[in-house]
Structures are given as structure tokens and as C-alpha cells.
């Protein structure tokens, strides 16, 4: 049991480039978010997803596309990278709404 | 709409000392109530958890109590060792409105023990 997984740990890119960060669970949990932590900023969600077909916009999705093919998979693409996105990204999942999150080791990314 | 908000660090303390990190929330609803830890180089960890007023979460010497009336989760450590060490954040979520299952963070608060 791996819990949350994600790839790549540290990714640099170049404005206007695309990237997707993987997120992967082997825990068969429904519930699965993407949060980015920024200095003196706490974590913010970007987007969720309470299914598998079905996701849904956090407090700051502008710049970010995800998708839920199957219940394991949950990636988050940045369709033309800025500055601005330079962060720490956390997937996470739960089994169900209110209960315990699981967070994955994170990517650190750098937007030059 | 729903939000955190934590002391602000950084907090330095020395070992077996007592530590409070004060956390107060704004919520419609019944939100549930949560610490998470980070240790460096690392992600979020669930260090206790609260589901309903007057509950008790504790874990590793850890206690926080859910007071609805003061709308407060206080993180408290009776005597702190240089392993705690992180950065602490409280969260809550909220089975009121659209985002069930999601999290809202207070900033966080780096918490440093020395020997």
C-alpha cells in the first residue's frame, strides 16, 4: 500500500511550457485534490475531484486543467506555464468528505 | 465564506517547554477540525483531529479541543521535544455548500525546539 504517490519531486520549466503532474492512490478513495503551498500563504485548492468523471474548481484553479479518468489517477496539467505557478503542489485524497486527508510528498516546481 | 486563522510564527521554544499554537475559525455550518504537521522536506500529516463541539482530538502528546462557543482549536503540547519540529497547520472542512471534502488551511506556524 503506497498511499499517495507523485511525480516528478522537482520539475523546472520554462515560461510558456506544459507540464502534468501525476497523482496516483491505491487506497480506492473517492475524494481527490490538488493544493499549492506558497510561503506565508498556508495550502490552497486548486481543484477536486469527488469521482471518477467528475471534478470541480478550488479557491485557485486559473492556469490549471485536471482530469479523472479512474478512481486511482488524478493529474494536474499546466497548459502554458507562468512565474506565478512556481509552488509546492500536494495531490491528497480521502475516503470521504470530512474525513481524514491523505497528502502526497509533493512537487516542487520552478517556473523560470 | 469558511477561514482559518493561526498565530504566526516563528515559534521557538526550548525542549520540555509548553507550547500553544492558537487557531480560530469562521464557518457556516458544522465544520470538522483538523492539525496537520509538516516535518521539513516533507508533506502533510494528520497530527489529531476533532469532528464535533466539545470533542477531544490528542495524538503524540498533542491535544486540541473543539470549543464552538469561542470557535477556537487550540494545539497544545505539554513539553515539546526537538523532534516536533515543523511547521503546524490547522484546517477545517465543512459539510456546508459545494466543497465537501476539501480543506481550508490557516497559514501555518513553524515551530523550532532547541536542546
Known amino acids: 500500500n503506497a498511499g499517495v504517490t507523485q511525480t516528478p519531486k522537482f520539475q523546472v520549466l520554462k515560461t510558456g511550457q506544459s507540464m502534468t503532474l501525476q497523482c496516483a492512490q491505491d487506497?480506492?478513495?473517492?475524494?481527490m485534490s490538488w493544493y499549492r503551498q506558497d510561503p506565508g500563504m498556508g495550502l490552497r485548492l486548486i481543484h477536486y475531484?469527488?469521482?471518477?468523471?467528475?471534478?470541480d474548481q478550488g479557491e485557485v484553479p486559473n492556469g490549471y486543467n485536471v482530469s479523472r479518468s479512474t478512481t486511482e489517477d488524478f493529474p494536474l496539467r499546466l497548459l502554458s506555464a507562468a512565474p506565478s505557478q512556481t509552488s509546492v503542489y500536494f495531490c491528497?485524497?480521502?475516503?470521504?468528505?470530512?474525513?481524514?486527508?491523505?497528502f502526497g510528498p509533493g512537487t516542487r516546481l520552478t517556473v523560470l | 465564506g469558511n477561514s482559518v486563522t493561526q498565530m504566526e510564527g516563528p515559534v521557538t521554544l526550548s525542549e520540555e517547554a509548553f507550547l500553544t499554537i492558537n487557531c480560530t475559525y469562521t464557518?457556516?455550518?458544522?465544520?470538522?477540525l483538523f492539525w496537520y504537521v509538516q516535518y521539513p522536506g516533507e508533506g502533510l500529516q494528520l497530527l489529531l483531529k476533532?469532528?464535533?463541539?466539545?470533542d477531544k482530538g490528542s495524538n503524540k502528546g498533542f491535544e486540541a479541543t473543539y470549543r464552538k462557543e469561542t470557535t477556537s482549536f487550540h494545539l497544545e503540547k505539554g513539553s515539546v521535544q526537538v523532534s516536533d519540529s515543523a511547521v503546524y497547520f490547522c484546517?477545517?472542512?465543512?459539510?456546508?455548500?459545494?466543497?465537501?471534502?476539501?480543506?481550508?488551511f490557516g497559514k501555518g506556524t513553524k515551530l523550532s525546539v532547541k536542546p
Open positions: 475531484s469527488v469521482g471518477a468523471g467528475i471534478t
Open positions: 464557518a457556516t455550518g458544522y465544520p470538522s
Open positions: 484546517a477545517l472542512t465543512s459539510n456546508y455548500g459545494g466543497s465537501q471534502g476539501n480543506l481550508i
Open positions: 487506497m480506492n478513495h473517492e475524494y
Open positions: 476533532a469532528t464535533k463541539a466539545d
Open positions: 491528497a485524497s480521502t475516503i470521504d468528505g470530512g474525513d481524514t486527508q491523505y
